[in-house]
């Protein structure tokens, strides 16, 4: 083997080691995280949490010195070293020792990501960091050197009543003594005294020592059983995943050929023994192959406690800042969403969080005037819907003031005065959503310069799920997003307008209903129906794609939504709902509508409709409503 194989050979090796590195520590971190919790609330046996702190700081320093990444070792050196410190010397845990620990702790996941995104730790600055938990431990060096000075100087009281104590039972011995023989010896009542206190204090150590023995009996049985978990699983590439699952999709397409094909068989060779048998075996092969794609996306699926749990120190960091008090309360958090959306929802749930403190949670002297606990709560809750997740972030705080919403946006020039007039409470407060705006004066460090709502929309939108807000001034705020459990293969809804197929995503469908064209109404111009209260937009599907329309009486109408957004899509049937797998076709999604397209069960090419880009078409004047009817 040449050098130049050795060297790839080595690189890849590397690669996996950091692969595993990256994984193992982020499965760390919300296992500090949690300690760190328990300590701050004093919920557990405090003297345990903080060997299992240093364990793992070690076991963080031990794998990052192998790899060479010499700035997470030497944040995890002076942490280990603040908690030997701590655990050595028997110090209480101050609101400034928590506090550097939890920014060690941030710092971690900082490097972290950096070195999962690039491969390295960067150019992270760590010293910050370094410096405070330095300092900590020369304030407790300083005090203890300070405290065995004073007690060498200065015996304390006891010490001095025992030394008196036994000069007297010194002297009184000695007076006592006959001087032409020597009396037994005997213990005086302050040796008495002395030895119980001694075989008190042994007793008591050997009492600890066994303890600290039967713990550390569990301790390894409980680490042979993870070893025994470790055996039981495997850490896979997502791209072979991934490759499985493209190959399943193909074969959801031909399950679908022969469930189409064999009743026609059947019909045509109705009494033939081969045929019906084969129909069987069509009939196993459907089951198989729907429990394979269940297996496969069960694969691609992790639960939501691997973002859930990176959200407690955030959170407290956050509130920090704002000097405000905040607990969060995560349910569902083993609610398992495909990985991509996991990977993808992350960053606007952190979004929904910095939103709460900032704007939502008033600050304690606030909540307590008005009759509230001094603590805010936000509530990150998951669950399912059908085959949708549904993720709820909910505050207990001010709530959404939608008549604050409507004057900033007429100030700022997103919407006119009469615009203003005419919406709706809930179109007002679906105005936070829109590039730029926000309700602060002055920004922030955390929010107020316009961004956040707008992107938590956008990977909304780029998941095909939707959003909605529920409010109440001096209440709080709910915010809730419905996604799909997976993506790659969908189902849909199979519809007909003027002859042609088509798919619509069942994932954004709310509602379907017959509907006559007299029912109809008209807003400046645009068709509108009455839904819920709500006027909302209508067109016909086959207009939007440019097929014209048969000039029905009667239509079937299909509420759809993405993130805030809602419309009425008109078809002339709805015909059945399908699994299919779609595949994206360039040069045409934007200019028409269509999100892709696949093959139906019987063979036929079909469209997929992109509901978002027929809303955004309405909403920017793209399409002629008035014509689409």
Known sequence: MGDEEKLEGWEESLKEYISQYIAETNDRIPEIERKLFAIEKKEGDETELVKELFRDWHTVKGAAGFLGLNKTVELSHKTENLIAKIRDEKIPFTEDIINVLFDALEKLKVLTDNIALTGEEGDIDIEPEVIKIQKIIEKIQGEIITDFEEKKEKPSEQIQKEVELGKEEEKKLTSEEPQTQKAPQTKTKHEETKEGIMREELLQRKKEEKEDSRKEEEKIEEEKKKRK?????IRISTKKIDEVMALSE???LERNFLLNLFPKIEEKYPKDEDVSRASEVVANIDKIISMLRFSIMKMRMIPLKTIFSKFPGTVRNIA?????KVELITEGEDTEVDRNIVDEIEEPIIHLIRNSIDHGIEKPEERIALGKPPEGKIVLRAYYEGENVVIEVEDD????DPEIIRR?????????????NSMTEKDIINLIFIPGFSSKDVATEVSGRGVGMDVVKSKIVQLKGTLDIETEVGTGTKITMKLPLTIGIMNTLKVSCNGTHFFIPLSSVIEISRISKSDLRFASGQPVINWRDAMLPAVYLGKVLGIGSNNSDMYHIIIVGVAEKKIGILVDSVISSEEVSVKTISGIKKATGIAGATISADGEPILVVDVYSILKFLEEGGIDSRRLI
């Open 229 to 233: 978990f470790a055996y039981e699983t």
């Open 408 to 420: 900033k946006a007429v100030e700022k020039g997103f919407i006119t005065e009469e615009q203003a």
């Open 320 to 324: 920090r800042q704002f000097g405000k």
């Open 397 to 400: 705080g001010k709530g959404i």
């Open 250 to 252: 193909e074969l959801i």
